[in-house]
């Protein structure tokens, strides 16, 4: 079946590492983002890429990062720089004109 | 950017009730969608609906892109219906990401 597949489901990190969490997706989509979403609120974009070696900031981008070197797969790693990095971390990805969103099942990120 | 407001930020309901859960966005969209994030955080899209109406099964939604609102409808709710709902929205087309409103936090009593 086709899908998203997010790694670590739960992730603990000491203050000032840097971490990354994998996406990996097997639907062809073309376009990729990862949203942040903490307790109560809606989902926010750090980061979007519609191309391969292509991509763009989203609404709160600072202090993460992101690569896109294969379709399938969307890196995301949070830096020592992110100043409050606990959260619940969604991938996502579409087709070109973005119909329909496969989301992932996330990532729960907790600083130790 | 998009502004979106979801309406009730809450709803407790009977097994078997109906609810409608209204979206309003403050500018024009060429991209709208529902989410419903159970429990355990997952997302499943529910419709993708930029103007008109789509129905499947239980669930229906109508989007009024001239007054800039959407609303979802629930029939006959069950208790695995439970979670929040998410009203998503672009300007853009959405591949350059989608702006979600809080949610409406929906829960169904047996």
């Known amino acids: 079946d086709g899908g998203i597949t997010q790694s670590p489901k739960y992730l603990f990190r000491k203050e000032g590492q840097n971490v990354t969490l994998s996406c990996e997706q097997n639907l062809n989509h073309d376009a990729m983002y990862w949203y942040r979403q903490d307790p109560g609120q809606g989902l926010r974009l750090i980061y979007y890429?519609?191309?391969?070696?292509?991509?763009q900031k989203g609404d709160i981008a600072e202090g993460y990062s992101v690569s896109r070197e294969k379709k399938e797969s969307f890196p995301l790693t949070v830096t020592s720089a992110q100043k409050n990095p606990t959260a619940f971390y969604l991938c996502?990805?579409?087709?070109?004109?973005?119909?329909?969103?496969?989301f992932g099942s996330g990532t729960r990120l907790t600083v130790v | 950017g998009i502004q979106v407001e979801q309406s009730p930020p809450d709803l407790i309901l009977q097994e078997g009730a109906n609810s409608t859960l209204r979206c309003n966005f403050s500018d024009s969209v060429n991209n709208l969608q529902w989410f419903h994030q159970n429990p355990w955080g997952q997302l499943i899209n529910l419709f993708y609906?930029?103007?008109g109406t789509k129905q499947n099964g239980r669930l229906s939604a109508t989007t009024v892109a001239t007054e800039r609102y959407s609303l979802l409808y629930i029939s006959s709710s069950q208790t695995t219906d439970s979670g929040v709902y998410f009203c998503a929205v672009s300007s853009g087309g959405g591949a350059d990401g989608l702006t979600f409103g809080k949610g409406t936090h929906l829960i169904i009593q047996p």
């Open positions: 609906i930029p103007s």
């Open positions: 890429s519609q191309i391969v070696n292509d991509f």
């Open positions: 996502a990805s579409s087709r070109e004109r973005a119909h329909g969103y496969t």
